[in-house]
């Protein structure tokens, strides 16, 4: 017996196919694919006779709702319309005698996190106003800026023109022109110069909004001195941190900035510019798409100042002030971690001579609530010295709403004197078990002044150590109340136990700065 194919069609159990069971529409989906690919697509219908798939009426209506979706839009209407306004600026810096110790040549303070961890975008010879690690030499360095009107004003950032004794741009149109420095702000990085030569310069204006996260941003700078290079990315985030100051507030953006970018705006879709590129972060120094901008509301408020007296006042309540955080909020009954914990009051500040005491909160200024430390100083730094505010405050568990003027915030501060820590003579003192440590009254311990008690020991398995106690600090306070000895001590942590309280705070100085340390107590 001979093997054959099987004709389907002769058994009972045979159904013809139906009409339509790939509809005409879906073999023009299945040709729109292939023609994607450059081939030419025909079908079959049912009765095997070849169709033209791209002449029928299901493949043009699914042309014509393709056509309808939105199609990705590129910058480049934007990027017309905004980048004669920007400029690439270069300086040179007078020579300097070459210093026997090349890292007092950086603006950043040693081990801070802006010297570990940030790159400003300068010139090859490093930071831009600041002399070359050869030293005594010329130093030339290079960045970004951009016109804010027609008569010539431009912001830049202050470390790309501090120091300069001379200052030039160049324009989008290849032109350069001289430029003199009006004033700047180190603590924003803000620069203010005057460009001479023309009383017609395109513009940008600066945003009145604040931008959203995920909202798209062009930075246009002089990168590597090339000029006139835009970038696109998105706002990754606001108000960062990155430990340059009081006062940061940066927009985080992964637009690519590279060195020279600094000074360089960031513009938004409408084509304003939402903040001044003035930092990276960069283990290589080129971008990982990971870039801070100025906010263009802080670039506001400082330029005004600098274009009407040169320099920035800004307010000054006289107090070292820390997070409250959520074991802090606890030890105070607080319901929330808000607010600005006052350290320490300033002597003779406006303050300290308001009545406002060492473990206050600072709720609100005027009205608006404060958030944490960082906002209460960015308000406050916000308002004209010799202005009155009134500040609400939680004092000793109660709330109480104090008037204020407002003093003008100097430009250094004060050092203080280290009367404790590593300096003092180490002395047994007695232990605290609930903590982990062993304190001594520091008017036995010599160098540690008459107030508190000093930390002689500490279990680097403790609760102390955990917080961050080592030995020399200064413990002034235990909930609340001044402390002399180790018996002060124990009685201040019996009484917040009996209170049921899971921690107690204490008022620490360490290396001349007051704190507060919310301690977690052991059970039992």
Do not use: C
Not at 361 to 379: C, F, H, Q, S, Y
Request: proline share 6%; glycine share 14%.
């Amino acid at each position: 017996m001979t093997d054959r194919p099987t004709d389907l069609s002769s058994l009972p159990s045979y159904r013809q196919p139906r009409r339509g069971l790939f509809s005409a529409r879906k073999f023009a989906l299945m040709a729109s694919v292939v023609a994607g690919l450059g081939v030419a697509a025909y079908g079959l219908s049912p009765q095997g006779a070849p169709v033209d798939l791209f002449s029928t009426s299901a493949h043009a209506q699914v042309a014509n709702e393709v056509s309808k979706v939105a199609r990705p839009v590129g910058f480049a209407d934007i990027v017309e319309r905004v980048k004669p306004s920007v400029i690439s600026v270069k300086v040179n810096i007078a020579e300097k005698v070459a210093k026997d110790d090349s890292d007092d040549d950086t603006p950043f303070q040693p081990g801070s996190p802006m010297e570990r961890f940030f790159r400003r975008f300068g010139g090859e010879n490093g930071i831009p106003g600041m002399p070359g690690r050869g030293g005594g030499r010329a130093v030339t360095g290079q960045g970004s800026g951009f016109f804010i009107s027609a008569d010539g004003y431009a912001v830049t950032n202050n470390h790309v023109v501090d120091g300069a004794n001379k200052v030039e741009v160049t324009t989008d149109d290849g032109k350069t022109y001289s430029a003199k420095v009006i004033g700047t702000d180190p603590r924003t990085d803000l620069a203010l110069i005057k460009v001479e030569g023309s009383t017609n310069f395109p513009f940008a204006k600066l945003a009145d909004g604040k931008p959203r996260i995920g909202d798209w941003v062009l930075a246009v700078g002089n990168p590597f001195g090339l000029g006139g290079t835009v970038t696109a990315g998105i706002v990754s985030a606001v108000g960062r941190d990155i430990g340059n100051g009081p006062y940061d507030d940066f927009i985080q953006i992964d637009a690519p900035v590279n060195k020279g970018n600094s000074g360089g705006p960031a513009f938004d879709v409408d084509g304003n510019v939402v903040g001044v590129n003035t930092a990276i972060y960069s283990p290589s120094g080129g971008s990982v798409g990971i870039a801070f901008s100025i906010p263009a509301s802080t670039v506001k408020s400082v330029i005004a100042q600098l274009k009407d007296s040169g320099s920035v006042s800004r307010g000054w309540i006289g107090v070292q002030i820390q997070p409250v955080t959520q074991d802090i909020a606890d030890s105070l009954g607080m319901k929330k971690a808000e607010g600005a914990l006052v350290a320490e009051p300033q002597a003779n500040g406006p303050a300290a001579k308001a009545g406002i005491q060492s473990g206050d909160v600072i709720t609100a200024v005027n009205g608006e609530p404060v958030k944490d430390a960082r906002e209460l100083a960015r308000t406050i730094g916000g308002i004209a010295p010799g202005a009155s505010v009134k500040l609400n405050v939680l004092q000793k568990g109660q709330e109480k709403t104090i008037n204020l003027t407002l003093g003008k915030l100097p430009n250094t501060i004060e050092a203080k004197a280290d009367t404790g820590g590593d300096n003092a003579s180490p002395t047994r003192g007695a232990d605290v078990p609930k903590l982990g440590m062993t304190v001594a009254p520091a008017s036995s311990v010599a160098g540690a002044g008459k107030d508190g008690v000093v930390v002689t020991e500490v279990d680097p398995k403790s609760a102390a150590a955990d917080r961050g106690f080592k030995e020399g600090d200064v413990i002034l306070e235990v909930a609340g109340k001044s402390v002399t000895s180790a018996g002060d001590v124990r009685e201040a942590i019996n009484a917040a136990k009996a209170d049921n309280k899971n921690s107690v705070l204490m008022r620490v100085k360490s290396g001349g700065q007051s704190r507060f340390v919310a301690v977690p107590l052991a059970k039992g």
